[in-house]
């Protein structure tokens, strides 16, 4: 019988396979031990090998009745190539040699995807600033990114949108359209672009009992946000922010108007119901200046607390679900070298119901999130590649956009862990 030892620890070393002439013959136990035999009585020489000691080779005389022998083992070091240890390569979830990846939205239905061959290069004087895709396809991927469904949309299309459900739709140059997978693919329903942004747009979520939204103006520098009971047909204002300091500016353009235009202004503030300083300002085309910004003070519901991200006072808002204020806190961002990267988008995981704050950097982006008790920034993920574009969450995955740079790839899209 054969005994390995550990030769610092002298403790029974199991699994050492013990071989003769090259070959594995003997295996030992849990107490190190191995019963080995050989035809003939020479000694032979045996070899002990085990992954965590130095291989041993050691003369055995012929085995007789009496104490084993011991062999005594020598640990070593496994010397192991040298790795790289880095974030995994962003997964390409969407790509087509004969179109461009234009949009893009995520919910339970799967990946849409807005595709398109070329832009429009020609728009009318109130389309200038914004982007218009002709040759238009709808495509939806299921969650395992595979081609389920598409269809062709009849019209010049800005992008996606979403309604309050997260469920997707089209806004075109002439009409928008709802979208339903039937039996036969994807069904378009138009509806007219009043009703869009006038019925679809301005509500964003819901609670129990509850429609949220907003009678958002990008002309006008302030804003309620409004809660909807369909069941009582009861509307309620849940708050008011306003950019004062832009407010200011806006009425002030009265001042500056002359007579004949003070009468129209004082007229119609009449008529309408409302002031004439407010009524000059929209008269004065005051947002059309180049310094100008529209109000920008989402919503969002993020577990039993409403928060309204009031940029104009650099302060998170927070109510709970019956509309009672809460005390608010400072919007960590707003402030020092966060203020100068941060792009002015939130972005919200409709899943987790977590808010990110999207930066940018020489060409970098990188989100963190929220803390919706303290208003201050969690750990910053930067994502993989360079000017990335339509930036989104769903689930723990970013999604987003991109073409490399000098690469005749179409603009696909990628998705990463966060």
């Known amino acids: 019988m054969v005994l390995v030892k550990d030769s610092v620890s002298s403790a029974p070393i199991a699994g050492v396979a013990i071989s003769l002439e090259g070959a594995v013959l003997w295996i030992t136990d849990e ?28 003369r055995v005389p012929a085995l007789h009745d009496g104490a084993p022998i011991e062999v005594r083992l020598v640990q070593r070091d496994e010397l192991l190539p040298p790795i790289t240890v880095g974030r995994a390569a962003p997964e390409e979830v969407f790509r087509r040699t004969d179109l461009h990846a234009a949009d893009l939205l995520v919910n339970d239905a799967g990946l849409w995807v807005l595709a398109y061959e070329h832009p429009r290069l020609l728009r009318t004087e109130g389309d200038a600033g914004k982007e218009i895709l002709r040759e238009v396809r709808l495509v939806l991927l299921d969650t395992s990114f595979l081609e389920i469904a598409s269809c062709a949309v009849p019209e010049d299309v800005f992008g996606l949108r ?104 004082m007229n119609l503030a009449t008529d309408l119901g409302v002031d004439k300083e407010t009524v000059a300002g929209f008269m004065s085309g005051f947002s059309h200046n180049l310094w100008y910004r529209p109000l920008y003070a989402p919503l ?21 679900r019956s509309f009672t204020e809460l005390p608010s806190v400072q919007l960590a961002y707003r402030d020092g070298e966060e203020a100068r990267c941060w792009s002015g988008r939130l972005v919200q995981d409709r899943v987790t119901r977590q808010v990110f704050a999207e930066f940018q950097r020489n060409g970098n982006t990188w989100l963190r999130r929220i803390d919706p008790v303290t208003g201050q920034l969690g750990t910053a993920l930067r994502l993989s590649v360079p000017w990335p574009q339509r930036v989104q969450v769903h689930a723990g995955q970013v999604y987003y956009i991109w073409r490399p740079t000098g690469s005749l790839q179409k603009r696909s899209i990628y998705r990463e862990r966060l």
């Open 31 to 58: 107490q190190g031990r191995a019963l080995v035999s050989w035809e003939g009585q020479a000694a032979v020489r045996l070899r002990f090998a085990h992954t965590g000691y130095m291989p041993h080779e050691q």
């Open 162 to 265: 979403h309604d309050l459900r997260n469920q997707v739709v089209i806004e075109g140059t002439r009409q928008a359209f709802g979208v339903a997978v039937g039996t036969q693919g994807l069904e378009l329903r138009p509806f007219s672009l009043e009703d869009l942004r006038a019925k679809v747009l301005p509500w964003t979520d819901s609670i129990p009992g509850w429609v949220l939204g907003s009678n958002a103006n990008a002309e006008y520098p302030a804003l309620d946000h409004l809660a909807y009971g369909p069941a009582e047909d009861t509307l309620r204002r849940i708050c008011s922010v306003v950019d004062s300091f832009m407010m200011d500016l806006f009425r002030s353009a009265y001042k500056y108007m002359k007579g004949p235009d003070k009468v129209l202004a």
């Open 300 to 320: 969002f519901v993020e577990g039993d607390t409403l928060l309204v991200f009031d940029h104009a006072r650099g302060s998170l808002r927070k109510f709970t």
